[in-house]
């Protein structure tokens, strides 16, 4: 148990549909970050929220968001999803910018 | 940008005998490595750490692994693997001086099974 809770556990949505996933940071936890890892891969790093402001992203499109909210909980939002989208998606958090992460057992999205 | 080679996708081993998992890495500043384990199903639990100090780090479960800057490596080791050390593991790296918290470059993973 690492205290991050993550739901939905499993969803399924369809091409160009829209999706939101919703985390519980642990407690204590100001820094939230969202990994995308596709089957048979490792995790991509998606973005970063510290304080309820996004610090940090990688390479992933603009139809990649997310929010974090003064309770530190965050959504990660993908619009107009594509087949690709398809994949386990973690989430992690940390006190500050140097603590040990701790993630989430994933959400898991499949587009048809 | 730093990146992480994971060299094998698969290592069989015995109940007992002795494992290395190994991890290269390539970056132009100061870096951060990990080692993360993922269990079916679930997300993913740190293994281990090299922040700075000792090369050498060990887990509370037998595991090793020794920071080698000269050959950008950081091999994953265990005298001893149990049935129950089945599961991926993937090695990361960050920068170790950013300001704005350090994102983890993972490599593709290297699937340890186990077998009496």
């Known amino acids: 148990e690492t205290g991050v809770t993550q739901s939905p556990t499993h969803l399924i949505k369809t091409r160009g549909q829209q999706v939101t996933l919703r985390c519980s940071s642990q407690s204590g936890h100001n820094t939230v970050s969202w990994y995308q890892q596709a089957l048979g891969q490792g995790p991509q790093f998606i973005f970063q929220?510290?304080?309820?402001?996004?610090?940090g992203r990688g390479n992933f499109p603009p139809r990649f968001s997310g929010l974090q909210f003064p309770n530190y909980s965050s959504e990660l939002n993908v619009n107009a999803l594509e087949l690709d989208d398809s994949a386990l998606y973690l989430c992690?958090?940390?006190?500050?910018?140097?603590?040990?992460?701790?993630f989430g057992e994933g959400s898991r999205l499949t587009v048809l | 940008a730093q990146s992480v080679t994971q060299l094998d996708s698969q290592v069989p081993v015995f109940e007992e005998a002795p494992v290395e998992l190994r991890c290269n890495y390539s970056?132009?500043?100061?870096?951060?490595l990990f080692w993360y384990v993922q269990y079916p199903n679930q997300g993913l639990q740190l293994l281990l750490k090299?922040?700075?100090?000792?090369?050498l780090v060990e887990s509370i479960n037998g595991f090793e692994a020794e920071f080698n800057k000269s050959q950008t490596s950081f091999h994953l080791r265990k005298p001893s693997v149990h049935i129950s050390d089945t599961a991926e593991y993937f090695c990361?790296?960050?920068?170790?001086?950013?300001?704005?918290?350090?994102?983890?470059?993972f490599g593709k993973g290297t699937s340890l099974l186990v077998t009496p």
């Open positions: 090299y922040l700075s100090g000792s090369t």
């Open positions: 929220y510290y304080r309820e402001e996004e610090n």
């Open positions: 992690a958090s940390r006190q500050g910018h140097t603590g040990e992460l701790f």
């Open positions: 970056s132009s500043v100061s870096v951060y």
């Open positions: 990361a790296v960050s920068r170790s001086n950013s300001n704005s918290g350090y994102a983890l470059n």
